[in-house]
Nanobody
Framework: QVQLVESGGGLVQAGSSLRLSCAAS????????MGWFRQAPGKEHEFVAT????????DYANSVKGRFTISRDNAHNTVYLVMNSLKPEDTAIYYC????????????????WGQGTQVTVSS
């Protein structure tokens, strides 16, 4: 059974940093591109970042580019999202997801999803 478990969320002040982790099990992790999405209250899921199988290719939403960094550790089946200079508009539940294909911003192309971790940024 595939499991993606996010951790590292919390309540922080604007300008702070957080590092989210997503531990994967039950799948050949190195064969999946990984992504982070977020959902704010009353809004649709929003693409945040994605990373290729070996980490050589990354892609970011314009809203987080230059502030967030996605990375992965295939030896430990984990993907990370380092979030710097956090803003109140970054407040959302953050989800990691796995896709058997290449990096993509398209939510429907992801095969597996975690349960999410809450990030709240106060002003």
């Amino acid at each position: 059974q595939v499991q993606l478990v996010e951790s590292g969320g919390g309540l922080v002040q604007a300008g702070s940093s957080l590092r989210l982790s997503c531990a994967a099990s039950g799948l050949s992790f190195s064969m999946y591109a990984m992504g982070w999405f977020r959902q704010a209250p009353g809004k649709e899921h929003e693409f945040v970042a994605t990373i290729s199988l070996r980490g050589g290719t990354t892609d970011y939403a314009n809203s987080v580019k230059g502030r967030f960094t996605i990375s992965r550790d295939n030896a430990h089946n984990t993907v990370y999202l380092v979030m710097n200079s956090l803003k109140p508009e970054d407040t959302a539940i953050y989800y990691c997801a796995a896709t058997r294909g290449t990096t993509t911003r398209v939510k429907s192309l992801y095969d597996y999803w975690g349960q999410g971790t809450q990030v709240t940024v106060s002003s």
